[in-house]
């Protein structure tokens, strides 16, 4: 079993990033046996693919690296590194277009939600965005890809475009791609903004109190949840009393999903109880699990002399595993390489 996933490289990393895919990835590393492998990429080339400050690109790529290093992801377990040091990305999505449709492309729900109207003013890269998705994962043979309801779409494309280069360029007893199979992680909470809790938690929101940052000290999350927007009523007995009470719902859920519990048993806990009591008990369960985040998360950033040597470690074993797929590729395409 080979798992691959990418995920973008945005700094400022808060709650949401956390409980939303990262536990997720160090939960899937940790349940791996010796026979199976996690490659977790950072997709610093898909992020060229609409307008961007390189600065900011370089600085997000590193923090994103040490926020998974922080969060538990163990490169000694997993391979974790960040698409432009290992070239075979780009080289085989090249590759790969000749096998994908435009067609396949124009239907791609992302590309229509974030092309908008203007089409015409979107960069190739976006519109090409699928196919470098699809050669992230052909190229190591990936037997499983963690896909949430947003990605499926993306993973089904993946399998169009192997499924279509075996059958025009290589026998059915010798495939060159292996056709990646979904993995539908557990649900993931869905941490909403402390100040509306009708919007998600976002590092774009120009309020701090929005959110809570991984780098967030035990001060600031306490003042954070304090000051969280809630109403004046107390915590139902059941899951259905938060209904109509959004606010209330996303500190629930937080509380939920850090304790590993379900809303139900949260509830069956401290329903009754009003957000003078509730919210301090939810800070010192942030406190908690936070603190050594953050404590690692900085010293690895002061560190970046090792975070480099955690990617480059990585973007090397990447390559290697790559390289056979890679030829493959060629020699069926009828490429000459020297």
Not at 85 to 97: D, R
Not at 273 to 283: C, N, Q, V
Request: hydrophobic share 45%; with cysteine; aromatic share 6%.
């Amino acid at each position: 079993m080979r798992v691959v996933s990418g995920i973008q490289p945005t700094g400022n990393l808060h709650l949401g990033n956390y409980l939303g895919a990262i536990r997720n990835w160090v939960r899937m590393q940790d349940e791996m046996d010796d026979d199976s492998q996690c490659l977790f990429f950072l997709a610093d080339l898909h992020a060229i693919s609409q307008p961007h400050v390189p600065a900011e690109l370089r600085a997000g790529t590193l923090e994103m690296a040490a926020a998974l290093v922080a969060c538990g992801i163990d490169p000694q377990r997993s391979i974790l590194f960040n698409q432009a040091q290992v070239p075979q990305h780009a080289e085989l999505q090249w590759l790969l277009n000749g096998t994908a449709r435009m067609g396949w492309l124009n239907r791609m729900t992302q590309w229509k939600d974030k092309a908008g109207k203007n089409r015409e003013g979107q960069s190739v890269a976006l519109f090409a965005y699928p196919v470098l998705q699809a050669a992230d994962v052909l190229l190591y043979q990936a037997t499983h890809v963690p896909v949430g309801e947003d990605q499926k779409q993306h993973l089904e494309l993946a399998r169009d475009i192997a499924q279509k280069f075996n059958n025009d360029f290589a026998s059915d007893d010798a495939p060159v791609f292996t056709l990646p199979d979904p993995i539908v992680p557990p649900q993931a909470a869905r941490i909403m903004s402390l100040r509306d809790g009708s919007a998600k938690m976002s590092k774009s929101d120009p309020s701090e109190m929005s959110r809570i940052n991984l780098v967030d000290d035990a001060d600031t999350v306490m003042k954070k949840i304090k000051k969280a927007k809630t109403d004046p009523e107390p915590l139902p007995s059941e899951a259905a009393g938060l209904a109509e009470r959004p606010e209330a719902l996303n500190l629930v859920t937080i509380y939920a999903a850090l304790r590993d519990m379900s809303i139900d048993a949260v509830l069956a806990e401290h329903g009754g109880s009003g957000f003078g009591a509730f919210k301090p008990a939810l800070g010192e369960v942030l406190v908690e699990i936070l603190r050594p985040i953050s404590d690692r998360f900085t010293a690895l950033l002061e560190d970046r002399e090792a975070l480099d040597a955690i990617l480059a470690r990585g973007a090397a074993q990447a390559r290697e595993i790559a390289l056979p797929t890679l030829d493959a590729t060629y020699k069926a395409l009828g490429l000459v390489r020297g």
